[in-house]
């Protein structure tokens, strides 16, 4: 993919989560069951890297079930890290640090290069990046940051699978986009819920994240879809 389309398809990420932070925030619940299978993964991991961690639900859930552990937050809007810096003032056995790092620019990692993870999760955030290259990319920045057996969770939007996500999907002539400079997989999907936005979504199949492991030097252990066929969860060993 061209440089300067992935640069515009971050760009329309980047929009979206400035101006919809607040709206996107209250439909993510750290009392949301899904979070079961994520708190299960995690297990008594001692140190925890949240990539894309949002308004920080996670800290929030993990504190919620007795967890102790040193946990490290990084996304890229400025507005939700707000939020979750504001709930860090509520826990107590989770150490949390949350920061603004945008995971597709270079040198994103470097803060916590002397930091080793024994877990990594990325809740909806994979199908964000623009192009398997930049994909791939970026799952190699977190293989550095993790130690060795780690284990990195994943999940992502499998938005084709039921009607009602389907239709979410729009022209790209709405960000004055042709479908023709894109990647097969890649779609626009509209926001409704304190106004209309637009997000840059690609669908991550079980074979390309196979591809993508095998890129970034992880191996597939699991991947399977579950809440209620919305999500596809991969799990990945350093």
Not at 81 to 89: G, N, P, S, V, Y
Request: hydrophobic share 45%; charged share 25%; glycine share 6%.
């Amino acid at each position: 993919m061209d440089e300067q389309i992935v640069k515009q398809l971050v760009a329309i990420n980047r929009k979206f989560y400035t101006e919809f932070a607040s709206a996107f925030s209250e439909t993510r619940s750290s009392a949301q069951t899904r979070l079961d299978r994520i708190v299960a993964y995690i297990g008594d991991a001692g140190k925890i890297l949240d990539i894309g961690c949002g308004n920080g639900r996670l800290a929030e859930r993990l504190e919620r079930e007795g967890k102790r552990a040193r946990y490290v937050g990084v996304d890229a809007s400025p507005q939700l890290i707000t939020i979750a810096l504001t709930r860090k003032m509520h826990l107590r056995h989770i150490v949390a640090d949350f920061f603004v790092a945008d995971i597709t620019q270079p040198n994103w990692s470097a803060p916590f290069a002397d930091t080793s993870f024994e877990v990594a999760v990325a809740l909806a955030v994979l199908h964000h990046i623009p192009s398997f290259d930049l994909r791939a990319a970026v799952l190699r920045d977190v293989r550095t940051l993790l130690s060795p057996g780690a284990r990195l969770v994943l999940t992502n939007w499998a938005f084709d699978r039921t009607e009602r996500q389907r239709k979410r999907i729009v022209p790209w002539s709405r960000v004055g986009l042709d479908e023709s400079v894109l990647e097969p997989g890649d779609a626009l999907l509209a926001w409704q819920r304190g106004g209309v936005g637009y997000r840059y979504c690609h669908l991550i199949t079980p074979e390309e994240m196979q591809r993508l492991a095998e890129q970034s030097g992880f191996q597939v252990v699991k991947q399977y879809y579950a809440d209620a066929e919305l999500n596809l969860y991969s799990v990945l060993k350093a």
